[in-house]
């Protein structure tokens, strides 16, 4: 009986007591096969109740509308975007490249990939966005049975979906309803639009290389689409199509030696983007501003955006959008001989005018058509704003209440040296900047609304230094301007940064609006299905005070009245004694000009920019030619047979027909200031009434090298004596486009500048109006 009683003793110390009784090896084995027969008895369930559905009408593209804002209809988009194909119409070789990007066990599996599934799950469940690693059958189920969600409930659907539709269609079904519903960008859903839409051919004549490149594009058709891709956008879908190709390898569908002939330089480019069918001239910028608007505000991806049925009332007035496409083409177009002169070829225009009291965009020229120039010029940001921007520099002055070095408060009469290439002064020491002025004219002591009027660089880069530059980039992004260019360098004076004349119009918009922010709208109304979509207000705070806005305003008049605009807008016959406000601006080596101008009840931008036609050579001021490829900035000089374009010449001329033509000329602007020419006019402008403006002169055939005697375009560069009714041209030398925006080391002090820079880094020296 001992004996037995220790055994049973051990016994019992030697079994677990407490929490750890039900942790035993035998309970958890038992537990985990219990939910594995659960698991397995609720898949069977799935499996039992959950059928085939019907197609998903989601998964065909509806039109997407869009109208005027007198509700006539401008176009609709979507219904060409797909055509259905037989996989035999594709090249088999193309279909595998499909399969390799995606899929290398397609021809093997269920259907379905558990890893990939359970991992999708989990990212559902966890909040770390969309799934990885689901088979062409699953994508396939996705796009036509179901939905986008990202839920627990759709994953498990499409799982159960993809096991029955692989048992029920065979992989070439599969497939081809994959490679049919798949969205690849550029508007276009399935194999045969892309084909299209890409490479110009049918998907019947698709090859290997170019297969590869529309199965790699599937994975991030926005970010892989080569005509708008970044840097780092290419590099990733070369290394996709790379990918592809290798897989084809592995899969034994393309030899290892034709792999090898096939090199990064066989890479099959495509074509540029087309218009899509019925948007071709101007509505093709109209559209593309309208979708591009929504697509922010609504925070869509281009796939959300174009397989939803969307109306879309634009602000566009169709009289005023008419007049500003008569006035481009009798104030410039009409002067232009591209086939027979190459600065005719190289230039470019972009306008947009809108509404400072509702940001509405009434009308916009956005090039010769978008059936011949895909990009919209006004919505471009790669060329300088040139002086258009120095009434930021202005206004930050008066916002800041910032004063001079030697402590006088800046106004429109304070006094500033007009010296050309004058050293920047800040806290009494010179700084390694000294801008010449145009021409390198010197004015000496000048007044700033003089300045304004010559648009004269060196009182405007000692302005920046006085207010700040900080405060100087501040203001601008208050005023509108995006903020990723606005490096606070004392050359951003001469308005170095990037710009469109959508951008621009709407920071004299906001000067216009007494301060108050005019956020350009292209888009009246949204509606989807009849249910109206909010869209945030044009018009905002108040970001700078009205005095300071009013008084930048009164000051740009005397531009007007007395300076870089006087013979295209002060002096044209169609003004009938309106008012007007507005600055120049004439960029290095003459790549842009601008006239952005404004009445109290509407602001117009009007740029024009050098974009090489052909690929070629081309050079500014004493620098080597270099060579350059087509869409590279170059100079305009020569344009129409004339010199150097300025600010003051076709923009202004446009400007000024446009405005003279649909703005009221009784409106009067209500100005709370007591400073500049708005209110202390030392000009007198005729009011001479005209139904149309007057069209500059014939030009010569010949662009010339010496001040032509008789000049067909009139110029804004500074002159120390009153302007003459008959300004000359000068011609400058082509200019070097290596770079759509001057460059600025982030390093001062690298020495020798490019692009007509001398001095150090980013305060090096140039000519800019």
């Known amino acids: 009986m001992g004996r037995a009683e220790a055994r049973h003793e051990r016994r019992r110390a030697a079994r677990p007591t407490g929490i750890r009784r039900f942790f035993t090896w035998k309970k958890l084995l038992g537990t985990f096969f219990g939910l594995v027969l659960l698991c397995m008895g609720a898949f069977v369930v799935l499996y039992m109740v959950i059928d085939i559905p019907e197609g998903n009408p989601e998964a065909e593209l509806q039109s997407n509308v869009y109208k005027y804002s007198n509700g006539d209809t401008m176009a609709r988009v979507g219904k060409v975007n797909r055509e259905i ?12 490249t499909f399969v390799a990007a995606e899929n290398k066990t397609f021809y093997k599996d269920q259907g379905i990939d558990l890893k990939g599934t359970a991992r999708g799950v989990l990212n559902t469940v966890t909040g770390k966005g969309k799934q990885g690693g689901s088979t062409i059958t699953q994508q396939y189920v996705k796009n036509y049975y179901l939905t986008q969600d990202q839920t627990v409930t759709r994953k498990l659907k499409e799982l159960v979906i993809s096991l029955k539709v692989d048992r029920k269609k065979s992989k070439d079904d599969i497939l081809a309803g994959y490679i049919n519903t798949s969205y690849y960008g550029r508007s276009a859903w399935g194999i045969q639009t892309a084909a299209q839409a890409y490479y110009g051919v049918d998907a019947s004549d698709l090859n290997v290389k170019q297969g590869a490149y529309l199965a790699a594009l599937l994975q991030a058709p926005n970010q892989y689409d080569w005509a708008i891709a970044s840097d780092t956008g290419k590099k990733l879908v070369k290394a996709r199509w790379n990918y592809v190709l290798d897989n084809m390898v592995d899969m034994h569908w393309l030899s290892a030696a034709d792999r090898q002939k096939i090199t990064d330089d066989d890479f099959p480019t495509p074509d540029k983007p087309k218009a899509a069918a019925g948007l071709q001239g101007q509505e093709g910028y109209l559209y593309q501003a309208a979708k591009a608007e929504v697509m922010k505000e609504l925070n869509l991806t281009e796939e959300q955006f174009d397989a ?49 009291k509702t940001g509405k965009v009434l009308a916009m020229y956005g090039g010769p058509g978008i059936d011949k120039h895909w990009g919209n010029n006004a919505a471009r940001t790669d060329y300088q704003p040139a002086s258009t921007f120095k009434p930021i520099i202005l206004a930050a002055a008066l916002e800041n209440n910032a004063k001079t070095q030697d402590g006088t408060s800046i106004k429109a009469s304070t006094v500033y040296d007009g010296t050309s290439e004058r050293p920047v002064v800040e806290n009494g020491e010179e700084v390694k900047f000294a801008p010449p002025n145009e021409d390198d004219q010197d004015y000496g002591d000048v ?31 208050k ?19 990037g710009a469109s004349p959508l951008e621009m119009a709407g920071v004299y918009a906001t000067l216009d609006n007494h301060g108050k922010q005019v956020t350009p709208q292209i888009v009246k109304s949204v509606s989807q299905r009849g249910q109206k979509i909010e869209l945030p207000d044009a018009v905002g705070d108040q970001v700078i005070s009205r005095g300071a806005a009013d008084s930048v305003t009164s000051v740009l008049t005397g531009v007007v009245d007395d300076g870089t605009a006087r013979a295209s807008v002060r002096d044209n016959p169609g003004r009938d004694g309106q008012q007007v406000a507005g600055k120049t601006g004439t960029s290095d080596c003459n790549r842009s000009a601008w006239f952005t101008g404004y009445t109290p009840d509407l602001v117009t931008s009007v740029g024009l920019f050098g974009e090489a ?17 087509a869409g590279a900035q170059v100079s305009m000089s020569g344009a129409a047979g004339g010199g150097r374009v300025n600010g003051g010449d076709f923009p202004a001329r446009i400007w000024a027909q446009y405005t003279f033509n649909t703005a009221n000329p009784d409106t009067r602007f209500d100005l709370d200031t007591d400073m500049g020419a708005g209110v202390e006019p030392t000009t007198q402008a005729p009011a ?10 014939t030009p010569s055939d010949e662009p010339t090298t010496e001040d032509p005697s008789t000049p067909s ?23 070097d486009p290596s770079s759509p925006t001057i460059e600025i080391p982030e390093n001062p002090g690298d020495g020798q500048g490019d692009s007509g820079w001398t001095g150090n880094g980013a305060n090096g020296t140039r000519k800019n109006d």
């Not at 001479?688 to 002169?697: G, Q």
């Open 613 to 629: 036609a052909a690929a070629g050579t081309t050079q500014c001021g004493d620098d080597d030619p270099v060579k350059i490829k």
């Open 85 to 96: 194909v037989k996989l035999d119409e594709v090249p088999k070789e193309v279909q595998r």
């Open 479 to 497: 005023l509108g301007m995006d903020d990723a260019d606005l490096k606070p360098y004392y050359a951003q004076t001469l308005g170095t940064m």
């Open 688 to 697: 001479t009434p005209s139904d149309e403006p007057t069209a500059p002169e």
């Open 308 to 356: 939803h049925g969307y109306t879309i009332t634009l602000n566009i007035d169709r009289k005023k959008q008419k007049q500003l496409e008569k006035s481009v083409k009798q104030q410039l177009t009409d002067h232009l001989e591209p086939k027979s002169r190459k600065a005719d070829a190289n230039l470019q225009a972009g306008a947009v005018s809108v509404d400072p």
């Open 447 to 477: 007044s700033v609304q003089t300045a304004m009027n010559k648009s004269v660089n060196s009182v405007f880069a000692q302005m920046g230094a006085d207010v700040g530059m900080d405060e100087v980039m501040a203001t601008a992004k």
């Open 713 to 735: 375009t009139p110029t804004d560069e500074p002159t120390t004596e009153p302007p003459t009714d008959d300004p000359t041209n000068t011609v400058e030398p082509p200019t």
